[in-house]
């Protein structure tokens, strides 16, 4: 009878020579070549590790516990730290601790392996080992243990290459409510509610453009009998999926995608795909302009561009490629903001 599969089978064992520090992954799983080293690799580790785009601490031992925020925004907290990744700093040399005769180390090869890559952490001022999505869905109360890899750390390196006992891949468990799987699907189920809801509010607007209406309202209040086409549309298309419609309802005000920034920014998104398109379909053939300007109603100056070339096939077309606000409306202002337009989507004036 052939022997059973362990986990000792993806272990390799290494002679030591006198050497008074043991290698850590010795015995754990091959680093994955189709799985990267983090993005989020440092050379060196700053002195403050604060995110600069969200101000959030990165180190996981410093960093405030997610029950501490006010629970209406933590949804929002978690969506900024699963943006930013694990922290997983590369250090010149990590802290050696005793252990018996032997001392032992965190190793940054372990954040390459397939197992841990998307969720294990390196504390710097801990020298402990940390588990985002646990950290992402942690609560202060629990079982004696709970919170060894959300607050207090882990640093028992000798349990890491353990055979069978490795502390990492018992964290991780197999069934569905372990420490580490529960917390990771939550994790999943909050990136697809986010993705639900932008994709609601991209199709409404994409109709409203295709069809060329409006998308405010005058009164956009939850009490109006009308708050415009976006919202009145949106909330009909929501209302045929409940998960969406709950998703929606649940989610906090700057992550609902239905702000009047969001619609411009969805907007503009698909504004530049059409001026991509069409700037693809104008080749190297000369094209002539059409310019008209006037004042909208806010009383600023606008100019409005089309585009006149022929295409490929010998078809004469004309695509309407833009308005914009100009601060005057004279021939040199005009000039200016001609060229610049063609020259963000590289028509060279000589081809005019």
Same mark, same amino acid.
């Given at each position: ?7 000792? =089978? ?7 020579? =006198?050497? $008074? ?271 008209? $300007? ?42 200016? $903001? ?15």
């Amino acid at each position: 009878m052939s022997k059973s599969t362990t986990i000792l =089978n993806f272990f390799k064992r290494k002679n030591i020579n =006198n050497s $008074e520090v043991i290698a850590d992954d010795e015995r754990l799983p091959t680093p994955s070549v189709n799985v990267p080293v983090s993005e989020n690799l440092q050379t060196e580790v700053p002195n403050v590790t604060i995110d600069e785009s969200t101000g959030f601490v990165r180190d996981p031992g410093t960093r405030k516990q997610i029950w501490e925020y006010d629970a209406n925004e933590r949804d929002e907290i978690r969506r900024a730290y699963i943006k930013l990744g694990p922290y997983q700093p590369k250090l010149d040399e990590y802290k050696k601790t005793k252990f018996g005769r032997h001392s032992r180390k965190f190793k940054h090869s372990w954040f390459a392996i397939k197992e841990f890559s998307t969720w294990l952490e390196y504390s710097p001022s801990k020298d402990a080992a940390f588990c985002l999505p646990c950290f992402l869905f942690d609560k202060p109360t629990g079982n004696s243990g709970s919170h060894v890899f959300t607050k207090d750390g882990f640093r028992n390196w000798k349990k890491v290459n353990d055979g069978n006992n490795c502390s990492f891949l018992n964290h991780m468990g197999k069934e569905p409510n372990s420490f580490q799987r529960a917390p990771e699907q939550a994790m999943t189920d909050l990136i697809n509610q986010s993705q639900h809801i932008q994709k609601a509010s991209i199709d409404v607007v994409k109709v409203l453009a295709f069809q060329g209406l409006a998308f405010r309202g005058r009164d956009e209040s939850s009490d109006s009998i009308n708050r415009g086409n976006f919202l009145e549309i949106l909330d009909l298309v929501v209302s045929y999926n409940e998960y969406v419609a709950e998703a929606i309802e649940k989610a906090p005000k700057n992550a609902s995608y239905k702000s009047p920034k969001i619609q411009k920014e969805i907007l503009h998104v698909f504004s530049n795909k059409v001026k991509k398109a069409i700037r693809e379909e104008i080749g190297d053939a000369k094209f002539c302009l059409i310019v008209d $300007e006037a004042r909208d109603e806010s009383m600023k100056e606008q100019m409005a561009i089309v585009i006149r070339f022929v295409d490929k096939d010998g078809f004469v077309r004309e695509r309407f490629f833009g308005v914009v606000h100009v601060p005057d409306t004279t021939a040199l202002t005009l000039k200016n $903001e001609i060229y610049s337009i063609l020259s963000h989507h590289s028509l060279d004036i000589q081809d005019i």
